[in-house]
């Protein structure tokens, strides 16, 4: 479903080249169309659209120095198979596609992966009817080679972890998404795109004048500029903010809800001599009456292996330390009608991640449900991420993708996604193949 509103641990080949050439790049004076946001997103679109469209000139803009550096590398690598999505829905779909995009694009590229694959553990009897329903559920979105397996088939796979029955997901797997991210920028690049980083767009306008010393008329009528002063002219605009999606929307007159609340999920990270004790993702069976999926073991392309995260509110919205505040940040997650809602609907839950956040034995003991050598002293304090979770104001979370264009005559030639929900890096390709077609239904490219 589209919901439509009205009015680097790695790098990727020749992507030190391509940050080294795009730094502080002086921007040119008009292009057809304009991309705001190089998160993974923003990078598999603009990539895809030039690929269609040879002939047009593009240019993308990200306010950091780097490209993909918020949540498309701050994130647990994971390549989700599609398990856990409503079937027919376009999240599912998205993902099942996109995962066998994303393997094939790493072949093709020769991009390091690791399909280690995946078991959501059952410890508890209670357990076995939601196992078999998601079981129902990944058949049903048509997930490669999932099985379920008895308590011996789990020691088979993963001999150290323990549990009654446990989903089998071999087509999971893991990989560096920033790695990819950046090779879509390269592609993008290589195609003829421009890229200009440390470019924080502040303004998104329509003009009445034509840009300087330009004889082409209002061919380019949107400005953009950026908190330097710098503008660039264009026909159409597109933006993926991710953290700051429903700000950057608001800049062309767009609603301010769905709203995006920051939250922050830390890390464990297992000591060296104890990764013997993983062999692939191991994930708790999700408890549908909270709105995340729970703590799970992640191998990582680097050798070093995860656990967590727990999910706790940021008060900044690219804050990935425990003090990282932001005061404006802050206050409009507070002040947000939906988030409050949130907060007393699951006041238990959210109580128990913040402790588990500072006491690292309480979230160690769930841990242990799987894997019971674990121990306290095996693991340290790991990475933190941050999420950028839609809320309504009615406290619900946003899954829907949400595109937005804004009012006035600024509205038909902008088009915001205001989100696009996990996982969007296993979805990556997918997704922006969707966004493009409806860049091209809205602006006719």
Same mark, same amino acid.
């Given at each position: 479903m589209i919901r439509t509103l009205s009015a680097v641990s790695f790098r990727a080949p020749g992507a030190a080249k391509l940050l080294k050439d795009i730094r502080r790049r002086q921007l040119h004076s008009t292009y057809d169309v304009a991309v705001v946001g190089a998160g993974i997103v923003g990078l598999a679109t603009v990539r895809e659209l030039i690929l269609r469209h040879p002939s047009l000139s593009f240019?993308?803009?990200?306010?950091?120095?780097?490209?993909?550096?918020?949540?498309?590398?701050?994130?647990?690598?994971? %390549?989700?198979?599609?398990?856990?999505?409503?079937?027919?829905?376009?999240k599912a779909r998205l993902c099942v596609r996109g995962a066998t995009l994303a393997y094939e694009y790493c072949e093709?590229?020769?991009?390091?992966?690791?399909?280690?694959? @995946?078991?959501?553990?059952?410890?508890?009897?209670?357990?076995?009817?939601?196992?078999?329903?998601?079981?129902?559920?990944?058949?049903?979105?048509?997930?490669?080679?999932?099985?379920?397996?008895?308590? @011996?088939?789990?020691?088979?796979?993963?001999?150290y972890c323990r549990g009654?029955?446990?989903?089998?997901?071999?087509?999971?797997?893991?990989?560096d998404w920033r790695m990819v991210a950046l090779s879509y920028g390269e592609d993008f690049k290589?195609?003829?795109?421009?890229?200009?980083?440390?470019?924080?767009?502040?303004?998104?306008?329509?003009?009445?004048?034509?840009?300087?010393?330009? &004889?082409?008329?209002?061919?380019?009528?949107?400005?953009?500029?950026?908190? @330097?002063?710098?503008?660039v002219r264009c026909r159409y605009v597109l933006t993926c903010?991710?953290?700051?999606?429903?700000?950057? &929307?608001?800049?062309?007159?767009?609603?301010?809800?769905?709203?995006i609340v920051p939250?922050?999920?830390?890390?464990?990270?297992?000591?060296?001599?104890?990764?013997?004790?993983?062999?692939?993702? %191991?994930?708790?069976?999700?408890?549908?009456?909270?709105?995340?999926?729970?703590?799970?073991?992640?191998?990582?392309?680097?050798?070093s292996v995860?656990?967590?995260?727990?999910?706790?509110?940021?008060?900044?919205?690219?804050?990935?330390?425990?003090?990282?505040?932001?005061?404006?940040?802050?206050?409009?997650?507070?002040?947000?009608?939906?988030?409050?809602k949130l907060v007393l609907k699951h006041m238990t839950y959210g109580l128990g991640e913040m402790y588990r956040g500072v006491f690292i034995g309480a979230q160690v003991k769930i841990l242990q449900k799987y894997i019971p050598e674990l121990s306290l002293s095996d693991v340290l304090r790991g990475p933190a991420g941050v999420r950028a979770q839609a809320l309504d104001r009615d406290g619900n979370l946003v899954d829907d993708f949400v595109f937005d264009g804004g009012v006035g005559d600024v509205g038909s030639r902008v088009l915001h996604v205001r989100n696009a929900p996990s996982p969007a890096a296993t979805s990556s390709l997918a997704i922006g193949e969707m966004i493009a077609d409806e860049v091209e239904n809205r602006f006719a490219l």
């Open positions: 240019i993308l803009l990200e306010k950091e120095k780097e490209l993909a550096f918020h949540q498309s590398g701050h994130n647990s690598g994971v %390549i989700h198979s599609g398990i856990y999505y409503t079937p027919g829905s376009l093709k590229k020769g991009l390091p992966y690791n399909r280690c694959g @995946k078991l959501i553990v059952a410890v508890e009897q209670e357990e076995i009817p939601r196992l078999k329903a998601l079981y129902e559920r990944g058949m049903k979105n048509k997930v490669r080679d999932l099985s379920i397996v008895d308590a @011996k088939g789990i020691r088979e796979r993963e001999p009654i029955m446990a989903l089998d997901s071999p087509y999971t797997g893991i990989v290589e195609a003829g795109g421009t890229v200009v980083t440390d470019s924080e767009v502040t303004d998104i306008c329509m003009v009445k004048e034509s840009p300087a010393g330009s &004889s082409e008329g209002m061919t380019y009528p949107i400005a953009i500029r950026d908190v @330097k002063g710098n503008e903010g991710g953290l700051y999606s429903d700000r950057l &929307s608001q800049i062309s007159g767009c609603s301010p809800e769905p709203r939250f922050r999920g830390d890390y464990l990270v297992l000591k060296p001599e104890k990764h013997y004790l993983v062999k692939g993702n %191991i994930y708790p069976v999700p408890d549908p009456r909270f709105p995340f999926l729970g703590v799970h073991f992640t191998p990582r392309m680097d050798g995860w656990l967590g995260p727990n999910a706790v509110l940021a008060f900044k919205r690219e804050g990935y330390n425990v003090y990282d505040f932001n005061a404006r940040d802050f206050a409009d997650a507070l002040s947000f009608r939906g988030l409050q």
